[in-house]
C-alpha cells in the first residue's frame, strides 16, 4: 500500500543554520504531497504542498519539491529561527481513495538560540 | 483559531464506557476526516465524510463509528474503551476531497483509565 516515510527526529540546529528533513514515498499513480507543521499542543497546519512532478512548494522561507523520479518530497528552510521549533509532517494524498491523507510518522525539530 | 472547532478538548473516562467526539467544519467545507495521533501509531486515518455520505474508510475499529449530520457537523462515537484507545483524536474538514489540504481543529485529548 501507500507509505511515507520521514528522517527520524529530533532534529537539533542552531538558530540560522539551514534545515533539510527527508521524506520519501511509495505510492500508485501521481499521489500529490504535503507538508504539515504541528506546534505544541496544536493540531496540524498545512504549510506547503505539491499536486504533480517538478511542482515546488513553498510558505514561509520554507520550499520542497515533487521529485517523481526519487518519490522524494524534501523539505528545506535556508535560515530556521526558534519559532520554527515544532513537528513536522510529510503526507501524500493518493488519487483513488477520496481524501484520505497518508502521514509519515513526523520529525521533531528544535531550534536551540 | 483554524475554523474548525473540536469538543471537548479533554475526556478522561474508564475502560468499557462510550463517548463522543463532536467536530464542526470551517464553514463552506463539505467533508470532514477524523485522525488518530497516538505515540506509537502516529497519524492514522479513522473516516471520511463528504456532505453526509461516508466517502473514504481507513482503519478504523468496529467499536468505533461516526456519521455526518445535515448541518455538516460529525461526531465520532468511542464504545466499549479499552486503555490503548488514548489518544489525541483530530477532526479535519476541506471543500472538496482533500486535493489542496485539510484544515485540521486542536483535537480531544481522550484518556481512558
Known amino acids: 500500500g501507500d507509505s511515507v516515510t520521514q528522517m527520524e527526529g529530533p532534529v537539533t540546529l542552531s538558530e540560522e543554520a539551514f534545515l533539510t528533513i527527508n521524506c520519501t514515498y511509495t505510492?500508485?499513480?501521481?499521489?500529490?504531497l504535503f507538508w504539515y507543521v504541528q506546534y505544541p499542543g496544536e493540531g496540524l497546519q498545512l504549510l506547503l504542498k505539491?499536486?504533480?512532478?517538478?511542482d515546488k512548494g513553498s510558505n514561509k522561507g520554507f520550499e520542497a519539491t515533487y521529485r517523481k523520479e526519487t518519490t522524494s518530497f524534501h523539505l528545506e528552510k535556508g535560515s530556521v529561527q526558534v519559532s520554527d521549533s515544532a513537528v513536522y509532517f510529510c503526507?501524500?494524498?493518493?488519487?483513488?481513495?477520496?481524501?484520505?491523507?497518508?502521514f509519515g510518522q513526523g520529525t521533531e525539530l528544535s531550534v536551540k538560540p | 483559531d483554524s475554523g474548525v472547532t473540536q469538543t471537548p478538548k479533554h475526556l478522561i473516562t474508564a475502560t468499557g464506557q462510550r463517548v463522543t467526539l463532536r467536530c464542526s467544519p470551517r464553514s463552506g467545507d463539505l467533508s470532514v476526516y477524523w485522525y488518530q495521533q497516538s505515540l506509537d501509531q502516529g497519524l492514522q486515518f479513522l473516516i471520511q465524510y463528504y456532505n453526509g455520505e461516508e466517502r473514504a474508510k481507513g482503519n478504523i475499529l468496529e467499536r468505533f463509528s461516526a456519521q455526518q449530520f445535515p448541518d455538516l457537523h460529525s461526531e465520532l462515537n468511542l464504545s466499549s474503551l479499552e486503555l490503548g484507545d488514548s489518544a489525541l483524536y483530530f477532526c479535519?474538514?476541506?471543500?472538496?476531497?482533500?486535493?489542496?489540504?485539510?484544515?485540521f481543529g486542536s483535537g480531544t485529548r481522550l484518556t481512558v483509565v
Open positions: 503526507a501524500l494524498k493518493s488519487n483513488n481513495q477520496g481524501g484520505k491523507l497518508i
Open positions: 479535519a474538514s476541506s471543500p472538496g476531497d482533500g486535493g489542496f489540504g485539510y484544515t
Open positions: 505539491a499536486t504533480k512532478a517538478d
Open positions: 505510492a500508485t499513480g501521481y499521489p500529490s
